[in-house]
């Protein structure tokens, strides 16, 4: 079975300074990993996906995620953090050796950048 | 273009009553995709559909929930007897095709309160 770890539920930066939202996964086979972010009272937006190649992987807004096999991690980064940038972060995984399943979300991280 | 819609935004009800959720996905969308969110928590897989067919409905909790998309393109989600514990945001999304290199992207969701 699949499974989605986010460690921290809140993560708090000054603006202008890098932020990094953690993720780990599990799968039994490949994985196909997402980060979406979710406003109030919006419908979560796709950010990036990494399904193979490259293990830096760049998306919208300036961000960017870290594929690591090693340590089964699929971290979100970005370099000078915005205020606008606070919201609610989730990674997801799916199995690309499964078949059509499901996303698996983790229970999300609340990112929260000062002025 | 036009996104995933959902309606209605908000829904309050009385327990032990019928509820029905709408969406509407993106034209030419394929695949149409059903999760609920909890508070605090992240979205969890409900059933989809490829086409007019529900090609996975595992994550349906019981059978009072049933779900429809008779012509291929909006879906209703159908929730019978509703209970104090069915109160969540029901999301919808869509994607182009059921493939695992399709992000989906969601509505807004319906935040449903059975009181």
């Known amino acids: 079975a699949q499974s989605v770890a986010q460690p921290e539920d809140q993560v708090n930066v000054a603006e202008g300074n890098p932020l990094t939202v953690k993720c780990t996964y599990s799968v039994s086979g490949n994985p196909y990993l997402f980060w979406y972010v979710q406003y109030p009272n919006r419908g979560l937006q796709f950010l990036l996906k990494?399904?193979?190649?490259?293990?830096l992987v760049k998306g919208s807004y300036g961000f960017e995620a870290e594929f690591n096999k090693s340590q089964t991690s699929f971290h979100l980064k970005k370099p000078s953090a915005l205020v606008s940038d606070s919201a609610l972060y989730f990674c997801a995984v799916r199995d690309l050796n499964s078949g059509n399943t499901p996303l698996v979300f983790g229970k999300g991280t609340r990112l929260s950048v000062i002025a | 273009g036009a996104g995933v819609s959902q309606t209605p935004s908000n829904k309050v009800t009385e327990k032990g009553k019928y509820v029905e959720l709408r969406c509407d996905p993106i034209?030419?969308?394929?695949?149409l995709y059903w999760y609920r969110q909890s508070l605090g928590q992240g979205p969890e897989f409900l059933i989809y559909?490829?086409?007019?067919?529900?090609?996975?409905d595992s994550g349906l909790p019981n059978d009072r929930f049933f779900a429809v998309r008779p012509e291929g393109s909006v879906s209703t989600l159908k929730i019978q007897r509703t209970e104090r514990g069915d109160s969540a945001v029901y999301l919808c999304a869509s994607s182009s095709s059921v493939s695992s290199y399709n992000e989906q992207f969601f509505g807004p969701g319906t935040r449903l309160t059975v009181l």
């Open positions: 990494y399904i193979t190649g490259d293990n």
């Open positions: 559909f490829q086409g007019t067919g529900a090609a996975d």
């Open positions: 034209s030419g969308h394929t695949a």
